[in-house]
């Protein structure tokens, strides 16, 4: 891995500020980047690695899964637990999570962890979509 680049102090100062931010505020910053500037967060393909362009499936090579809350379904309460189960955020903001679906509530998901997440949330009522 290559060196950490030199940051003035006004690159400095954004970096703290973004570290301060809890996983709402911090995917929220990350959607307006995307919307507003047209940038991505997501990892660039490295050239000459197969995939779909090599004859792969999409669904067959994808390896990291993003979970995402559709709708609370009528057992809020029991969504809100499950959801604060699975990012370890405090009841305020798992509510807020819920509350704003639809949300993407964990990224970059191994396929089993974001099947497992998925069947919790659905036995406990809400609609889940796996991207």
Do not use: C, H, R, W
Not at 12 to 18: G, H, N, Q, Y
Not at 79 to 84: A, E, G, L, P, Q
Not at 100 to 110: L, S
């Amino acid at each position: 891995m290559s060196e950490k680049p030199e940051l003035s102090a006004g690159e400095k100062a954004v970096i703290d500020a973004l570290e301060k931010l809890n996983v709402i505020e911090l995917n929220n910053v990350v959607k307006y980047m995307e919307t507003v500037y047209g940038i991505s967060a997501a990892p660039v393909a490295m050239a000459g690695g197969g995939g779909a362009a090599a004859g792969g499936g999409d669904a067959a090579e994808k390896s990291a899964f993003s979970v995402e809350l559709a709708e609370a379904g009528s057992q809020k309460i029991a969504v809100i637990k499950v959801v604060k189960e699975i990012t370890g955020l405090g009841l305020a903001e798992a509510k807020a999570l819920v509350d704003g679906a639809p949300k993407v509530i964990k990224e970059n998901v191994a396929k089993a962890d974001a099947d497992e997440m998925k069947k919790k949330l659905e036995e406990a009522g809400a609609k889940v979509n796996l991207k």
